[in-house]
């Protein structure tokens, strides 16, 4: 079955210490994205990327880096600048930037001791 | 500015109550807005997209309307099943998608 796959699904992490997530899809979608859900809060998008080797900065992208070296992998890392990284992460995928609804993964929470 | 107003915050309802849940948008240019289901500690599932005024969609017991300012789920003889939080996000000219802080809906046995 096609879909997105995070992981992990928990992490925990020291303070000072980067953190990469994971996100893997199978749709042949081209584009994809990072938000970031606390609670009482909408969707906030950190990162997006339309094709290989191109991304760009979300409207929340300070204290985090992307990358997308293939189209079916865009892992987020959460670097030590990030100053309250404590979250839900999501990664989700459309077929294209601006081709409509997008289809996300079963999510990451990140914890920071 | 683009924004999306989901109300209310919580919806408490007993099993069979239909009832709705609002979306109010500002954005510019529409192109479309989108229903999405979140179970606790899940990603968003979707459900939804509406591309113009007058739209309708329907899955199962939930109903979605667009109208040029709002957009209503509306939810008929909901079961247990149905709790969840549900999510609105409009899709403007920039292609941003914006979405909303969600309702929690309680349907209660």
């Known amino acids: 079955d096609g879909g997105i796959t995070q992981s992990p699904k928990y992490l925990f992490r020291k303070e000072g210490q980067n953190v990469t997530l994971s996100c893997e899809q199978n749709?042949?979608?081209?584009?994809m994205y990072w938000y970031r859900q606390d609670p009482g809060q909408g969707l906030r998008l950190i990162y997006y990327?339309?094709?290989?080797?191109?991304?760009q900065k979300g409207d929340i992208a300070e204290g985090y880096s992307v990358s997308r070296e293939k189209k079916e992998s865009f892992p987020l890392t959460v670097t030590s600048a990030q100053k309250n990284p404590t979250a839900f992460y999501l990664c989700?995928?459309?077929?294209?930037?601006?081709?409509?609804?997008?289809?996300f993964g079963e999510g990451s929470r990140l914890t920071v001791l | 500015e683009d924004q999306v107003t989901q109300s209310p915050e919580a919806l408490r309802l007993q099993e069979g109550e239909s009832s709705s849940l609002n979306c109010s948008y500002t954005?510019?240019?529409?192109?479309?807005l989108f229903w999405y289901r979140q179970d606790p500690g899940k990603g968003p599932e979707f459900l939804f997209t509406?591309?113009?005024a007058g739209e309708e969609k329907e899955k199962e017991r939930l109903k979605a309307t667009l109208t040029k300012k709002e957009s209503f789920l509306h939810i008929t003889a909901p079961k247990p099943e149905d709790s969840a939080t549900y999510l609105c996000?409009?899709?403007?000219?920039?292609?941003?998608?914006?979405f909303g802080k969600g309702t929690r809906l309680h349907i209660l046995p």
């Open positions: 989700a995928s459309s077929i294209g930037l601006g081709t409509g609804e997008l289809f």
């Open positions: 749709l042949n979608h081209d584009a």
């Open positions: 990327s339309q094709i290989v080797n191109d991304f």
């Open positions: 954005v510019s240019g529409l192109r479309g």
């Open positions: 509406l591309y113009s």
């Open positions: 996000a409009v899709w403007g000219r920039d292609d941003k998608i914006i």
